[in-house]
């Protein structure tokens, strides 16, 4: 996971100084599978996500993690513990990472990171078939490296086995 810090932190940084009436909507952008750290004022006690297929949060004290999960635009509000507003955010997730790179050929669409050598990755919009192929070797992939053996449900219990 890489975690980068720019202006969007600086901008979140500066947000604690200001009063929360002047807060809201204010704007954040991130890269796709990325994420952003903030540090408010004080930690929050109550965190809304508006859509977390698009971004979601973890907190530990007073930083905040916010993961770019899906394209989109959702917001966030950050409340204190006695409900006072630490932030109001409008996040914008897109695409772009420095080494992405998309190839479109017979009308599909192929992406792949090139750091110095290209590999494959998914973006949504790729060609299904070359999609379906990719997601299949990488939990394959990340089944092999959680020590799964071929066939055994995965570990975590939060979700359903993948099926292969």
Same mark, same amino acid.
């Given at each position: 996971?890489?975690?980068?810090?720019?202006?969007? @932190?600086?901008?979140?940084?500066?947000?604690?100084?200001?009063?929360?009436?002047?807060?809201?909507?204010?704007?954040l952008?991130?890269?796709?599978?990325?994420?952003?750290?903030?540090?408010?004022?004080?930690?929050? @006690?109550?965190?809304?996500?508006? $859509?977390?297929?698009?971004?979601?949060?973890?907190?530990?004290?007073?930083?905040?993690?916010l993961?770019?999960?899906?394209?989109?635009?959702? $917001? =966030?509000?950050?409340?204190?513990?006695n409900?006072?507003?630490?932030?109001?955010?409008?996040?914008t997730?897109?695409?772009?990472?420095? $080494?992405?790179?998309?190839?479109?050929?017979?009308?599909?669409?192929?992406?792949?990171?090139?750091?110095?050598?290209?590999?494959?990755?998914?973006? =949504? @919009?790729?060609?299904p078939?070359?999609?379906?192929?990719?997601?299949?070797?990488?939990?394959?992939?990340?089944? =092999?490296?959680? @020590?799964?053996?071929?066939?055994?449900?995965? $570990?975590?219990?939060?979700?359903?086995?993948?099926?292969?």
């Amino acid at each position: 996971m890489t975690i980068r810090s720019s202006l969007p @932190g600086l901008i979140f940084g500066l947000l604690a100084l200001v009063p929360a009436a002047s807060q809201a909507g204010q704007p954040l952008v991130v890269k796709l599978d990325y994420t952003q750290v903030m540090t408010v004022a004080r930690p929050p @006690g109550t965190v809304i996500v508006g $859509n977390p297929s698009i971004a979601d949060v973890t907190i530990q004290g007073d930083q905040v993690y916010l993961h770019a999960r899906s394209y989109g635009t959702t $917001n =966030i509000l950050m409340l204190d513990e006695n409900g006072g507003q630490l932030a109001d955010l409008d996040v914008t997730v897109q695409s772009g990472a420095d $080494n992405d790179i998309q190839v479109f050929k017979a009308g599909a669409s192929y992406t792949y990171v090139c750091a110095p050598e290209c590999e494959t990755t998914l973006k =949504i @919009g790729d060609n299904p078939a070359y999609y379906d192929a990719v997601a299949k070797q990488q939990q394959k992939r990340n089944a =092999i490296a959680l @020590g799964q053996r071929e066939g055994e449900a995965p $570990n975590a219990p939060d979700g359903p086995a993948p099926t292969n």
